[in-house]
């Protein structure tokens, strides 16, 4: 019923950009939660951003604070993740999930037990 997929990884040079998107079918977008995770190899999932529906309210992990951009078309049901200034840190796979009760972006923390749709990840790597 519901469906997220993610699209626009690949290989960049660090200080490049790359523009990820999150489409989203069978839920509007207007008052769910959906927050961007990563996984690098042998390491745990982490946070990355999310984005509240209902208020606006958007979080950024600090490693990511000022180089990434989370935002939504909603005439598409589609968020993005604008990730500038790439860093070999960066590299990992990077997901997309759904939170239909819009409550998991919290001030300083993802409370991921809430986000219950997932896509499939989109592998990201930053390497000269």
């Known amino acids: 019923q519901v469906q997220l997929v993610e699209s626009g990884g690949g290989l960049v040079q660090p200080g490049g950009s790359l523009r990820l998107s999150c489409a989203v079918s069978?839920?509007?977008?207007?008052?769910?939660?959906i927050g961007w995770f990563r996984q690098a190899p042998e390491k745990e999932r982490e946070d990355v951003s999310c984005?509240?529906?209902?208020?606006?309210?958007?979080y950024y992990a600090d490693s990511v604070k000022g180089r990434f951009t989370i935002s939504r078309d909603n005439a598409e049901n589609t968020v993005y993740l604008q990730m500038n200034n790439l860093q070999p840190e960066d590299t990992a796979i990077y997901y997309c999930?759904?939170?239909?009760?819009?409550?998991?972006?919290?001030?300083?923390?993802?409370?991921?037990?809430?986000?219950?749709?997932w896509g499939q990840g989109t592998q990201v790597t930053i390497s000269s």
């Open positions: 999930a759904m939170d239909h009760r819009d409550v998991g972006c919290g001030a300083k923390y993802v409370y991921s037990r809430f986000f219950g749709s």
């Open positions: 069978g839920f509007n977008l207007d008052h769910v939660a």
């Open positions: 984005f509240s529906g209902t208020d606006g309210f958007t």
